[in-house]
């Protein structure tokens, strides 16, 4: 019990001041959530690289229903299947989003899957009567999503590559919960480290494009500076 303390000790002092995000684990069987499992550790990467700010990264899967939950100020979940929350889930979560927690969601297909289909319905369960607002940038409540840091074309209006625009959910007037149809952490993820030849590594999802990829992380950057400020 001693050596438990200790550890969760060493981790709290080592998240402190530092820019973090955790993946959810949901209890339900068969949500394939650790399904891009180098995601969020290279995106964070490339945050620290890009803005000289400290991240701190823990790629276990986070327990909803659990208190560690209110040691965190943005968590992410993304899978390719139906996914439900049970109640003390629920409870916990939108007591976290009560509290100023920010969810990012992210559909693990990009053209559409169940679990795209899921969201609506369960995002209700959290926040009675909320509707998906598209993220525009005509919109002055996310006007400064996506030139925190680097002026980029918002989701929907890359031309480049397939991509819609994100949406997001209110709660008490803030853009709580972000949701992203375009599989975003298959942007992230890699197959090789990052070198000095390519310094965002080479990817593994989106045809392994680095013009594809240098847009998803400058969208991840700008998005996370907001989620924290905002």
């Known amino acids: 019990a001693d050596d438990a303390a200790k550890a969760d000790k060493d981790r709290d002092e080592d998240r402190r001041n530092k820019l973090a995000i955790r993946r959810v684990r949901p209890a339900m069987k068969g949500v394939d959530w650790d399904s891009d499992p180098t995601a969020l550790p290279y995106m964070l990467y490339q945050v620290n690289k890009r803005t000289d700010m400290p991240v701190y990264v823990n790629n276990d899967g986070l327990d909803l229903a659990s208190p560690e939950l209110f040691r965190h100020t943005v968590i992410y979940f993304t899978s390719h299947n139906r996914w439900s929350l049970n109640e003390k889930e629920t409870s916990n979560l939108a007591l976290w989003l ?60 890359a031309g480049s590559f ?34 000095a030849s390519n310094p965002i590594g080479e990817g593994i999802g989106h045809g392994g494009d ?21």
């Open 98 to 157: 009560k509290r100023g927690g920010t969810i990012f969601l992210d559909d693990c297909y990009l053209r559409g899957s169940a679990f795209a289909e899921a969201v609506r319905p369960e995002l209700t369960k959290l926040i009675p009567g909320a509707e998906p607002i598209l993220l525009l940038k005509e919109d002055p409540r996310v006007a400064d999503a996506f030139r925190m840091i680097y002026p980029t074309p918002w989701p929907g209006e």
């Open 162 to 195: 397939e991509n819609r625009p994100w949406q997001y959910y209110l709660l008490d007037g803030r853009p709580a919960i972000l949701f992203s149809p375009n599989d975003d952490g298959c942007g992230w993820e890699i197959s090789t480290p990052p070198s």
């Open 210 to 230: 680095n013009r594809t990829r240098e847009v998803m992380y400058q969208w991840a950057v700008n998005w996370l500076l907001f989620a924290y400020t905002h």
